[in-house]
């Protein structure tokens, strides 16, 4: 069943919300705690009123130590605590790479089954009013390179919704790619009883699409924009970076011919370069055509950022070229949640 | 707590057992890297006389000492360290991530220090299911030289953490000096200027060196607030391998008579422990692990199936 964006009563930020405080009123043993979480923002309010319902033992600031305290929320995890740590932005995460794969990912593997870690990553990617090179990245596909590790990257407010529902219904550590464009998509929520794999946002017979993170906002404009030609696409959500489920994808690709694959991220040895891979290594001989970040650092000034990632302008040029259509594109704007986009941050 | 003669019989089966590996390293029955901790015995069997039902400890990549002091399961550990199907990890682990999980010694990094913002959060959960439980946390001097150990400092005093800090400090890290290192000179400063009590001890006086680890414990159980121990030791052996490494320049042979004069084991009387008690204990062990060992060699090795076993 194909979910619809822009529509429904629950943003994307709201989803979090929703079921974050299904988790920490579930169970007394769910803690967050991160920079800021408790300030007045509360993480794009996301973790709104979150210390005065729970407890400010529940929610709670820390010193500036991201690395030790990844160390700390897996020692909470192996010690029966289900915590959840959260960064403002992605790119912290670098400072807590020994933490996340020297130790978390190998706890269950070298326990030989023994212990879990139960420890989930909230990581914000910010982009536009200047994010630059080191406010914008989204190390999904880094991360996704190490076995024991899940990495999720959840586009609708439905997806965030069950992911977050569901997130400890494993023992893996988990980093959750959350995307600062996605805090206002609108849509509605079903529980559901796993996290999500791959979701399908919509369905067509022409183009198979498969995006990551905030660029299915973007290639879902595309998609629009092809009904006016006649053209109808499957478009696909990467949800689970970790653990691909390729079936809906190739019996898609079969059908259709044409994939596109619209990665939040850049294209060497990435996520979108395995998913080439698997569709070929699962017999699909069509076309394949993969956009991504350019390969350089994301800069700062707003007229090179733009070109810097896929658009949904050009990932409809991207579209038309596979579909051969001869017939002048119209051109689609900025989206509108990166053109209304004001800082400070 | 245990008497000085179970101290010192406890220090003999450890240095036994880091013996045993001694001479079958070169048949290849252990093909990984090992850690000895031979000459630094007694830390461990002093954590592990102050270990309470519910404590948890966190050792790091020289853990043969700390897990044979907590454990009864000896089998399980030399299974390990062989990389057998039986071992406490199933082979995965081997010598520089041992456990002994019924005493909470969860898993051990190799990586220097790393176990020690792990330590924080176990120390942290110990904290909120307010059971009186304490956290030790093992680590070398080369180990303050990492950003995280220096945060960790930090956040358990931050967080009024009830952790032990263990620091065994021989004062090389392979083999560099801590002249090369750092700029520390009193570590117990150090920690002391994060606010955590702080306590100095030396193997050079082992009646003492006992004492003062018992008041850490005594600290911790008591305040719930974290103490920082330095001990001086030596490493009587080279940093990974089984020789000793006393003529290839780097320090001089006269260190280890000094450090042999206050051991427990070579000179079990300055604990009052009689040296032909202390000697027919050592027999008595060698025979033991000589045979165990043997036997351990004969088991199986891990299923094919099980290198995907566990990882997610």
Partial sequence: MATSLHSGPVTYSEAIHAALAYQMEANPRVLVYGLGVDDPTAMYGTLSGFPERFGSDRCFDTPLSEDSLTGYGIGLAVAG?????????????????????????????????????????????????GQGSQHSQSFHSLFANIPGLRVLTPATPQDVYNVYIN????????????HRMLYGVKGTLQARTEVPSLSQIDCGNDLTICSVSHMTLEAEKAVIALTEYGITCDHFSLVNNSEINYEPLLKSAKKTGKVLIVDHGWLNASVATTLCSGLA???????????????????????????????????LGECARLMKINAPLSKLSISQEISSFKGPF | MSSWSQIVDKAILIREFERCI?????????????HLSIGQELASCLIADNHREGDHVIGNYRSHAIALALSTNYEALILELMGKRSGVSGGKAGSMHLSVPEKNMMWTSAIVGSGVPVA?????????????????????????????????????????????????????AIYTSKEKRTSILDYCAFAMSYGIHSIDSSYQDPVELRSRVNSAYAYVRETGHPCFVRIECCRWMQHVGV????????????????????????NSSIVGVSEIDSRNATLNYKELFTTMFAKCAQEPEPEPSELLLNVY
Wanted: glycine letters at 8%; aromatic letters at 10%.
């Fill in chain 2, 22 to 34: 001694q001479s079958v390293y070169w048949d290849d029955q252990i093909q990984s890297p090992v």
């Fill in chain 1, 81 to 129: 605590y289900y915590p959840i740590h959260v960064h403002q932005r992605t790119d912290f995460l670098l400072l807590c790479c020994n933490q996340l794969i020297n130790m978390a990912a190998k706890i269950k593997y070298l326990s030989n089954g023994k212990l879990g870690c139960p420890f989930v990553v909230r990581a914000i990617t910010g982009r536009s009013w």
């Fill in chain 1, 167 to 178: 997130v400890f219904s494993t023992q893996v550590p988990t980093i959750v790619i959350e």
């Fill in chain 2, 243 to 266: 020789n000793e490494d006393w003529d290839i320049g780097y320090r001089d042979i006269s260190e280890l008579q000094k450090w042999k004069s206050f051991d427990i084991i070579e």
């Fill in chain 2, 120 to 172: 924080c959060g176990i120390a942290e959960a110990l904290k909120r299911d307010k059971n009186g439980n304490v956290a030790t946390v093992m680590f070398g001097d080369g180990s303050l030289e990492e950003g995280c150990v220096q945060e960790s400092l930090n956040i358990a005093s931050t967080f009024k953490l009830p952790l032990v800090f263990i620091l065994e400090d021989n004062g090389l």
């Fill in chain 1, 281 to 315: 290594q699962g017999g699909f001989n069509g076309k394949i055509s993969l956009m991504g970040y350019k390969q350089s650092p994301c800069p700062t000034s707003r007229s090179l950022e733009n070109l810097f990632y896929p658009t949904a302008d050009s990932i």
